[in-house]
């Protein structure tokens, strides 16, 4: 059976970034989105990066930001993948070798799933609609309408996830890997680690 992926998202704290991976999560986001309240400053993100064990993939989030600034970012940092948040096009998702590229796309109805294969990218993130926000809403979409779209990619699960409910939600959608953020904070930018190690653990035994 495939074992489904974790990625914790909104990182802005050593502590937060270790004691993630203490709980086995496989992978760390970092967002680089202003207006975001998990935004975090390059040169906090390349300490947590540079004190981390080998096999925990680090991922950059930006959201519609020229690609020039975020390869600054890339580099400044050593992330390894990046996460396109914002309105980024198909065409967008081609000016960013040699990282690869997770493009996250805000799921309103069965439309917003069409013309999937269109993006050149390594995986697909898909993120419940929000007029507010990109991403890190808490809001949760209809996993139905994944279950009868056409992937071809990786999928990444997002929006709304939680300890209650990843266990279901990888059981409805089988996911490569799951993402949550608020569900594990005890604030915006705080995680709250005994909900971390209770996410993953619901998502090893799903």
């Known amino acids: 059976m495939a074992v489904t992926r974790v990625k914790i998202c909104g990182i802005t704290n050593m502590d937060d970034a270790q004691g ?9 986001g970092f967002v680089f989105h202003p207006a975001s309240p998990r935004y975090v400053e390059p040169e906090a993100v390349a300490d947590m990066v540079a004190a981390l064990p080998p096999f925990v993939a680090t991922v950059g989030l930006f959201v519609n930001m020229p690609a020039v600034k975020i390869h600054q970012i890339m580099v400044q940092t050593g992330l390894q993948l990046i996460q396109l948040h914002g309105d980024e096009t198909a065409a967008d998702c081609h000016l960013h070798p040699p990282y690869s590229v997770i493009k996250a796309l805000r799921v309103r109805d ?3 799933l069409n013309r999937l294969d269109d993006y050149p990218v390594a995986a697909l993130l898909l993120d419940a609609w929000s007029d507010e926000h990109y991403g890190g ?15 071809n990619k990786p999928l990444i699960l997002a929006g709304g ?3 209650a409910n990843v266990a279901t939600a990888i059981q409805l959608v089988k996911p ?15 995680k709250d680690l ?5 996410f993953i653990e619901q998502v090893r035994m799903a």
Do not use: I, K
């Open 194 to 198: 005994t909900l971390v190690a209770q």
């Open 176 to 190: 490569y890997a799951v993402d949550v953020s608020s569900g594990v904070e005890r604030e915006p930018g705080h």
């Open 137 to 151: 809403s808490g809001r949760q979409f209809d996993w139905q309408l994944v279950r009868r779209a056409t992937l």
């Open 20 to 28: 993630a991976v203490a709980a086995g999560a496989d992978a760390l």
């Open 110 to 112: 069965e439309h917003s």
């Open 161 to 163: 996830l939680n300890p």
